[in-house]
Nanobody, 125 residues
Framework: QVQLVESGGGLVQAGGSLRLSCAASGRTFSIYTMGWFRQAPGKEREFVAD????????YYADSVKGRFTISRDNAKNTVYLQMNSLRPEDTAVYYCARGPRVYSPYDDRVAYDYWGQGTQVTVSS
C-alpha cells in the first residue's frame, strides 16, 4: 500500500512563496512519475505539474509556468512544489499523486492511482 502525505501549506500574502512537500511510503517511489494537482472550492481538481522518475523531465500547467517548480529527492521519497509569486487564484487544496512508471505529461487525474489527503494553500490579496 502506498501512502502520500503532503505538508507545507498555509496562509501567505500575494507575491509570497510556499514550498509543499509530499512524502511517500514504499520502496518503489523512485520509478514512478509524480504529480501535483489542486482543487479550489466549487471547482474541478486541476493539474499543476508532474515530474518523471529521475527529475529530468517536468511539465506544468500554463497557469503556473514560470512561478512553480516541481522537484524530487528519491533518497528521501519526497516530491516538492516550490511556489513563488503566489496569487489569490492559487488558493486551493493541493494534492500530490502517483502516476505511471513510463513518463509522459499526464495532466489528467485518471492517470494517477494514489493520492494524498491534500494541504490547504490560501493566498490573501
Amino acid at each position: 500500500q502506498v501512502q502520500l502525505v503532503e505538508s507545507g501549506g498555509g496562509l501567505v500574502q500575494a507575491g509570497g512563496s510556499l514550498r509543499l512537500s509530499c512524502a511517500a511510503s514504499g520502496r518503489t517511489f523512485s520509478i514512478y512519475t509524480m504529480g501535483w494537482f489542486r482543487q479550489a472550492p466549487g471547482k474541478e481538481r486541476e493539474f499543476v505539474a508532474d515530474i518523471n522518475w529521475s527529475g529530468a523531465r517536468t511539465y506544468y500547467a500554463d497557469s503556473v509556468k514560470g512561478r512553480f517548480t516541481i522537484s524530487r529527492d528519491n533518497a528521501k521519497n519526497t516530491v516538492y512544489l516550490q511556489m513563488n509569486s503566489l496569487r489569490p487564484e492559487d488558493t486551493a487544496v493541493y494534492y500530490c499523486a502517483r502516476g505511471p512508471r513510463v513518463y509522459s505529461p499526464y495532466d489528467d487525474r485518471v492517470a494517477y492511482d494514489y493520492w494524498g489527503q491534500g494541504t490547504q494553500v490560501t493566498v490573501s490579496s
